[in-house]
């Protein structure tokens, strides 16, 4: 069965202090990760999607990696517009999304 | 705004009424999906429609029946359902079955 764990649950940060969101995963025949951002009472918004180790994508203050077994997302001088929770998904051999728990950030000023 | 429309987004209803969910796309995507999300738990899988066709029921009760009219449109009819079922009620959709979804905002569906 396909599982996804998300580590930490919560994470505050001070402006401009970076830091990495871990999202640990066992799936059988990967066919890719996907980064959402979900900000509250919101639907998911869609931010990366990365296919095999070694892959890295950019997107403004975020950057996604991926091993073999995990995948971070580095959040470099975040912003307070930043917070939200971020959810990490797997596709393995079927059309199913499987989703870890999210972790929650909250960026202060 | 996200490019996936759901109406309405809020909803009530008592446990012995016939409701719908309304969810429209027109990027052309060809796969569409029911999710139910409780509060602060991640989204879970209900229905996939594959080029208009379901493809995967997650073992969802009756009382949730999910109907795809055409490429660009997904309903969700409600009856009798539980005060367990009140949730936000998420569809999505991508241009295949393995590609990036992309989420509209829900429904808030409240159950007295």
């Known amino acids: 069965e396909d599982q996804v764990t998300q580590s930490p649950e919560a994470l505050r940060l001070q402006e401009g202090e970076s830091s990495s969101l871990n999202c640990s995963y066992t799936v059988s025949g990967l066919r890719g990760l996907f980064w959402y951002r979900q900000d509250p009472g919101k639907g998911p918004e869609f931010l990366f999607t990365?296919?095999?180790a070694g892959e890295e994508k950019e997107k403004e203050r975020l950057k996604a990696t991926l091993t073999k077994k995990e995948s971070f997302l580095h959040i470099t001088a975040p912003k307070p517009e930043d917070s939200a929770t971020y959810l990490c998904?797997?596709?393995?051999?079927?059309?199913?999304?499987?989703f870890g728990k999210g972790t929650k950030l909250t960026v202060n000023p | 705004d996200t490019e996936v429309t759901q109406t309405p987004k809020h909803l009530v209803m008592g446990m012995t009424n016939k409701k719908s969910l309304k969810c429209e796309q027109h990027m052309g995507h060809r796969a569409m999906y029911w999710y139910k999300q409780k509060a602060k738990k991640p989204p879970e899988l209900m229905f996939v429609?594959?080029?208009?066709?379901?493809?995967i029921n997650e073992s969802v009760p009756s009382r949730f029946s999910p109907e795809c009219p055409n490429s660009s449109l997904l309903n969700l009819h409600l009856h009798a359902l539980q005060p367990e079922d009140s949730a936000l009620y998420l569809c999505?959709?991508?241009?295949?079955?393995?590609?990036?979804?992309?989420f509209g905002d829900g429904t808030r569906l409240s159950i007295l």
């Open positions: 998904a797997v596709q393995g051999g079927s059309e199913k999304l499987v």
């Open positions: 990365l296919y095999s």
């Open positions: 999505a959709s991508s241009q295949d079955p393995l590609s990036p979804q992309h």
């Open positions: 429609y594959s080029y208009e066709k379901l493809s």
